[in-house]
Nanobody, 115 residues
Framework: QVQLVESGGGLVQAGESLRLSCVASGNIFSINTMGWYRQAPGEQRELVASINGGGSTNYADSMNGRFSISRDNAKNTLYLQMNSLKPEDTAVYYC?????????WGLGTYVIVSS
């Protein structure tokens, strides 16, 4: 089992930045890929970015270089640095981990970007 707890969400104005964190616990040594997803009201959950155990990253095209994912294995923590935030980035952001073919999710952290 893997537990994921997100933090760092909040209310910001357009153009500002936020850094989300996700602390993993439990059977963390079996985790390979971790990532961030988001779900806006009335929309489907979508991939924001992911990073595998080797450090290779993958981003959704719509992030346009504004977001950066990183992983600190010593702290069991995943980060998402979000810059130049836009109102359309408003969503619940979820941390995801895949461990031995099983998907784990955090409860999410809300990001609201006002115009």
């Amino acid at each position: 089992q893997v537990q994921l707890v997100e933090s760092g969400g909040g209310l910001v104005q357009a153009g500002e930045s936020l850094r989300l964190s996700c602390v993993a616990s439990g059977n963390i040594f079996s985790i390979n890929t971790m990532g961030w997803y988001r779900q806006a009201p009335g929309e489907q959950r979508e991939l924001v970015a992911s990073i595998n155990g080797g450090g290779s990253t993958n981003y959704a095209d719509s992030m346009n270089g504004r977001f950066s994912i990183s992983r600190d294995n010593a702290k069991n923590t995943l980060y998402l640095q979000m810059n130049s935030l836009k109102p359309e980035d408003t969503a619940v952001y979820y941390c995801h981990a895949n461990s031995r073919g099983v998907d784990y999710w955090g409860l999410g952290t809300y990001v609201i970007v006002s115009s």
